[in-house]
């Protein structure tokens, strides 16, 4: 029986030949030419005075339905940019998380942050994709993919200038981070086929991501407040992918700068 992961991934392979048909990977290479440099993910989650926040928009979750009332995706990315987000992470999903690449597209046009573009990314075409509508890193999901197509993946990413945030739920997805020498690594709370949330997911892979020296360490979903962001900085953890609590926050503004410990600042 697929689980809400398989699912998704189903039909995102259902969805692609439509997607390359309407824009032929000769003309997404094209547009390429015409973005900016890739922004410096690595640079721009460097500890400094406040805590690293990678705040994302999302208008919907197979879990949870419908986030926000009169979502709009620029002004949560003005607010965001404004209030201090290290990065921006745009999910562009349509059937599932109710976005689409063109809200990328629009929020690049007023983010100078880097910007990562979250998908189910499985085929080197979406990789080209992403790099077209100006994103500065993308997703690789290690719980489906191979260890093989990942570094496929990420290598294609590096010949773009991209890197790829490699995301992680267990022993067995570090292991195959590690194989295909992942620089950025984001420890998912959420187990993605069921929905259900585990801190002490991170708790327990933190130790094992930084036997390794060079890892850039992101902790990933069911991050509501200061003081889980202090204790896993106490970890480790270099920076926070957080979504639904500022997504669903009736302040967005206040709530990022209390996740970021920089209230009264």
Same mark, same amino acid.
């Given at each position: 029986?697929?689980?809400?992961?398989?699912?998704?991934?189903?039909?995102?392979?259902?969805?692609?030949?439509?997607?390359?048909?309407?824009?032929?990977?000769?003309?997404?290479?094209?547009?390429?030419?015409?973005?900016?440099?890739?922004?410096?993910?690595?640079?721009?989650?460097?500890?400094?005075?406040?805590?690293?926040?990678? =705040?994302? &928009?999302?208008?919907?979750?197979?879990?949870?339905? $419908?986030?926000?009332?009169?979502?709009? *995706? @620029?002004? /949560?990315?003005?607010?965001?940019?404004?209030?201090?987000?290290?990065?921006?992470?745009?999910?562009?999903?349509?059937?599932?998380?109710?976005?689409?690449?063109?809200?990328?597209?629009?929020?690049?046009?007023?983010?100078?942050?880097?910007?990562?573009?979250?998908?189910?990314?499985?085929?080197?075409?979406?990789?080209?994709?992403?790099?077209?509508?100006?994103?500065?890193?993308?997703?690789?999901?290690?719980?489906?993919?191979?260890?093989?197509?990942?570094?496929?993946?990420?290598?294609?990413?590096?010949?773009?200038?991209?890197? =790829?945030? &490699?995301?992680?739920?267990?022993?067995?997805?570090? $292991?195959?981070?590690?194989?295909?020498? *992942? @620089?950025? /690594?984001?420890?998912?709370?959420?187990?993605?086929?069921?929905?259900?949330?585990?801190?002490?997911?991170?708790?327990?892979?933190?130790?094992?991501?930084?036997?390794?020296?060079?890892?850039?360490?992101?902790?990933?979903?069911?991050?509501?407040?200061?003081?889980?962001?202090?204790?896993?900085?106490?970890?480790?953890?270099?920076?926070?992918?957080?979504?639904?609590?500022?997504?669903?926050?009736?302040?967005?503004?206040?709530?990022?700068?209390?996740?970021?410990?920089?209230?009264?600042?």
């Amino acid at each position: 029986m697929s689980n809400i992961l398989d699912q998704i991934f189903a039909d995102k392979k259902k969805e692609l030949p439509g997607t390359q048909r309407q824009s032929p990977l000769s003309e997404i290479k094209q547009r390429i030419g015409d973005q900016q440099v890739v922004r410096d993910v690595f640079k721009a989650l460097e500890k400094g005075d406040t805590s690293r926040i990678i =705040a994302e &928009i999302k208008p919907k979750t197979p879990f949870k339905g $419908e986030l926000r009332k009169g979502f709009d *995706a @620029k002004i /949560i990315a003005g607010d965001y940019v404004e209030h201090g987000a290290a990065t921006l992470s745009i999910l562009t999903e349509s059937n599932y998380f109710g976005s689409s690449i063109k809200v990328f597209q629009e929020i690049r046009k007023i983010a100078a942050i880097p910007l990562l573009r979250k998908d189910f990314i499985f085929d080197e075409y979406q990789v080209y994709e992403s790099r077209a509508y100006g994103a500065d890193l993308f997703l690789l999901i290690a719980t489906w993919l191979d260890q093989n197509l990942m570094s496929d993946l990420l290598s294609l990413g590096k010949e773009l200038g991209m890197p =790829a945030l &490699i995301e992680v739920h267990n022993e067995w997805d570090m $292991e195959k981070a590690f194989a295909v020498n *992942a @620089k950025l /690594i984001g420890i998912n709370n959420r187990d993605l086929t069921n929905g259900k949330t585990d801190l002490g997911i991170t708790r327990r892979l933190a130790p094992m991501a930084l036997q390794e020296k060079g890892k850039v360490l992101v902790c990933e979903s069911g991050i509501h407040g200061r003081e889980e962001i202090e204790e896993f900085e106490s970890l480790g953890v270099h920076a926070f992918l957080i979504g639904e609590s500022l997504m669903t926050s009736e302040d967005i503004p206040n709530k990022l700068k209390e996740l970021l410990g920089s209230e009264g600042s």
